[in-house]
């Protein structure tokens, strides 16, 4: 069984956990808890019929007052740059993670993830600008957490570019 180490990256509260509890255990709760640090939760699933162990790095959420440690990126194989769509802001913080990730590690495969996406009437993300990811040539994927819409997406497509390299 292979086992691929995945860290979830973005700003302060845009889903990172909702996304992984989402994932790991099908649940949503809307009770806020900053991550503090790291928190690693594991999912095992199968990929085009191959079994696989995703260790899931939990990163706490990168704001003004503190960027992200490098430290926890050692080792990934891949990674989920998450924005929130009802926060503009948040993609540009993506886009600036995505590089710093990018120094760290090098070419390593990554999914933009834009969360909320069930929040449409507060939606700030515009068209234009998912296609700007997209014609980088970046996988990106809406979801939302509470509904559970694009999360199995999000973490299998990542998972496939992990098993293509």
């Not at 095992?44 to 959420?61: K, N």
């Not at 740059?81 to 540009?92: H, M, N, P």
Request: aromatic share 8%.
């Amino acid at each position: 069984m292979l086992h691929k180490k995945v860290c979830m990256l973005g700003s302060f509260s845009v889903g990172k956990t909702s996304l992984v509890r989402r994932f790991v255990e099908s649940i949503f709760s809307d009770t806020y808890l900053t991550t503090v640090g790291v928190k690693i939760d594991k999912k095992v699933f199968q990929v085009s019929g191959q079994d696989l162990t995703l260790m899931l790095w939990d990163i706490y959420g990168e704001d003004q007052f503190q960027s992200l440690r490098m430290s926890y990126l050692r080792g990934a194989s891949g990674y989920l740059l998450v924005a929130d769509g009802t926060r503009r802001a948040t993609v540009d913080k993506v886009m600036a993670i995505q590089e710093q990730a990018e120094k760290a590690l090098g070419p390593v495969r990554f999914v933009v993830v834009l969360n909320k996406c069930d929040l449409t009437d507060q939606w700030e993300i515009e068209p234009e600008k998912e296609n700007e990811l997209a014609s980088r040539g970046w996988s990106v994927i809406r979801t939302s957490a509470k509904t559970g819409e694009g999360v199995e997406l999000a973490f299998e497509t990542l998972a496939r570019a992990m098993l293509s390299t």
